[in-house]
């Protein structure tokens, strides 16, 4: 072994959500595991947030939740909408079959490190931050390993697995030259931080008027802002003054008043362009995608972070034993996939409904801001609030920890 190159039985290429789980399970499993994070810290913001019940179960089968809600975090257990005049609750989620039952919001960056810090605690598990995975390695048709960059040089990394879990705009997945099917988004998203006060409303919630989208999420001394556009017209609206951007949000939360001049220039506001696709195969001799890098989800509902665990959670499930015994086959990626495709076709169809029924209309400013029947319905029907919550808290097939624990 030369000082550039690394055998491991699993490289991860992405310490994101799916990464740093996939990763932090497999070590804790006795696997020796290498994860690459081409950042030299995990501070982005505007990152995916919402740790939502299902994540929260997987900490306790874990024995971390004690230690894990010691983290920052404010709790969330109704999640309300503003259509108009008219306020309804979109899911109340106290009543979920979980033993959490919210929505803790978090900084990605604090849930990342924690992951990472109790990875730390297995020999197995080995983090290298400032590397990018650049290319993949091949043994005839098998993938064999990874080409990355580390201050300025490049090392290999041989592995038994490499799994691409470097979210949307994956260099791997492109490298594989796996085919994408683009299922399509109708917005983009303007995000900002606007400071919150006593007496403020308690709970996340959007607020839909005729041309606009807008919601706020609840992080305790500030909210976390979204600011729902078409698809592809930021760069026109960003033309425009901040001033004219500042009175848009005032017109949608007239409570905030002065607090919209927070936001003193564009510098102040991050454009998120949002793509809802998938792949038609996840997986190739060797390689498995998992996370954004399988499926990139649109923010509605916020369960992109949690799917993508869930994904790691069944890699981990399914992959752990064949990579134990150096026996990995084809057909164990493939069983990867064939678990966590239903409940991300099932996902992204509610999501692409949305989408399609709610948010393209308002943004249209063809209809007016009338909510859905079936969230009227709720209204009268709290059991129609139950399932909401369900499919945003749980989702479809959570999948629970069976990969032992070796000491």
């Given at each position: 072994?030369?000082?550039?190159?690394?055998?491991?039985?699993?490289?991860?290429?992405?310490?994101g959500?799916a990464?740093m789980?996939l990763?932090?399970?497999?070590?804790?499993?006795?696997?020796?595991?290498?994860?690459?994070?081409?950042?030299?810290?995990f501070?982005?913001?505007f990152?995916?947030?919402?740790?939502?019940?299902?994540?929260?179960?997987l900490?306790?089968e874990?024995?971390?939740?004690?230690a894990?809600?010691e983290?920052?975090h404010?709790k969330?257990?109704?999640?309300?909408?503003?259509?108009?005049?008219?306020?309804?609750?979109?899911a109340?989620?106290?009543?979920?079959?979980?033993?959490?039952?919210?929505?803790?919001?978090m900084?990605?960056?604090?849930?990342?490190?924690?992951?990472?810090?109790?990875?730390?605690?297995?020999?197995?598990?080995h983090?290298?931050?400032?590397?990018?995975?650049?290319?993949?390695?091949?043994?005839?048709?098998r993938?064999?390993g990874?080409?990355?960059?580390?201050?300025?040089?490049?090392?290999?990394?041989?592995?038994d697995?490499?799994?691409?879990?470097?979210?949307?705009?994956?260099?791997?997945?492109q490298?594989?030259?796996f085919?994408?099917?683009?299922i399509?988004?109708p917005?983009?998203?303007?995000?900002?931080?606007i400071?919150?006060?006593?007496?403020?409303?308690?709970n996340?919630?959007?607020?839909?008027?005729?041309?606009?989208?807008?919601?706020?999420?609840?992080?305790?001394?500030?909210?976390?802002?979204?600011?729902?556009?078409?698809?592809?017209?930021?760069?026109?609206?960003?033309k425009?003054?901040i001033?004219d951007?500042?009175?848009?949000?005032?017109?949608?939360?007239?409570?905030?008043?002065?607090?919209v001049?927070?936001?003193?220039s564009?510098?102040?506001?991050?454009?998120?362009?949002?793509?809802v696709?998938?792949?038609?195969?996840w997986?190739r001799?060797g390689l498995?995608?998992?996370?954004?890098?399988?499926?990139a989800m649109?923010?509605?509902?916020g369960?992109g972070?949690?799917?993508?665990i869930?994904?790691?959670?069944?890699?981990?499930?399914?992959?752990?034993?064949?990579?134990r015994?150096?026996?990995?086959?084809?057909?164990?990626?493939r069983?990867?996939?064939?678990r966590?495709?239903?409940?991300?076709?099932?996902?992204?169809r509610?999501?692409?409904?949305?989408?399609?029924r709610v948010?393209?209309?308002?943004?249209?400013?063809?209809?007016?801001?009338?909510?859905?029947?079936?969230?009227?319905?709720?209204?009268?029907?709290?059991?129609?609030?139950?399932?909401?919550?369900?499919?945003?808290g749980?989702?479809?097939?959570?999948?629970?920890?069976?990969?032992p624990?070796?000491?």
């Amino acid at each position: 072994m030369g000082d550039n190159t690394i055998t491991t039985q699993c490289c991860i290429a992405g310490g994101g959500p799916a990464g740093m789980m996939l990763g932090f399970l497999l070590a804790r499993g006795g696997i020796d595991v290498v994860v690459l994070e081409k950042h030299g810290d995990f501070l982005r913001d505007f990152r995916g947030d919402t740790i939502h019940p299902s994540t929260l179960e997987l900490m306790r089968e874990l024995g971390l939740l004690d230690a894990f809600l010691e983290l920052p975090h404010y709790k969330v257990d109704h999640l309300d909408a503003l259509f108009g005049n008219t306020k309804l609750t979109l899911a109340d989620l106290t009543r979920l079959p979980t033993h959490c039952k919210f929505v803790a919001f978090m900084p990605q960056w604090d849930f990342l490190k924690f992951l990472a810090s109790h990875g730390e605690r297995y020999r197995g598990f080995h983090l290298m931050m400032k590397t990018e995975a650049t290319d993949l390695v091949y043994e005839g048709d098998r993938v064999a390993g990874v080409r990355a960059r580390r201050d300025g040089a490049e090392i290999e990394i041989n592995a038994d697995l490499v799994v691409a879990a470097d979210g949307r705009h994956s260099t791997l997945r492109q490298r594989a030259g796996f085919a994408v099917q683009d299922i399509g988004a109708p917005m983009d998203v303007l995000w900002m931080r606007i400071s919150r006060r006593e007496g403020d409303p308690a709970n996340a919630f959007g607020h839909v008027e005729i041309g606009r989208f807008f919601i706020m999420l609840n992080r305790g001394d500030y909210w976390q802002c979204a600011f729902v556009i078409p698809k592809g017209s930021a760069g026109d609206l960003m033309k425009k003054p901040i001033a004219d951007f500042r009175a848009m949000v005032l017109s949608l939360s007239p409570w905030l008043g002065a607090r919209v001049d927070e936001l003193k220039s564009w510098d102040d506001v991050k454009l998120l362009t949002v793509a809802v696709d998938r792949l038609q195969r996840w997986y190739r001799p060797g390689l498995l995608c998992i996370g954004d890098a399988a499926h990139a989800m649109s923010p509605v509902g916020g369960v992109g972070i949690n799917l993508a665990i869930q994904d790691a959670v069944a890699a981990s499930n399914i992959l752990y034993e064949p990579l134990r015994e150096r026996a990995l086959t084809v057909d164990d990626l493939r069983k990867v996939e064939a678990r966590r495709e239903f409940p991300t076709r099932v996902t992204q169809r509610l999501q692409v409904f949305i989408q399609n029924r709610v948010i393209r209309r308002v943004l249209s400013g063809t209809a007016p801001p009338d909510p859905p029947f079936v969230l009227k319905l709720a209204q009268w029907f709290p059991v129609l609030q139950r399932q909401l919550a369900r499919l945003i808290g749980v989702g479809v097939r959570p999948e629970h920890i069976h990969t032992p624990e070796v000491v």
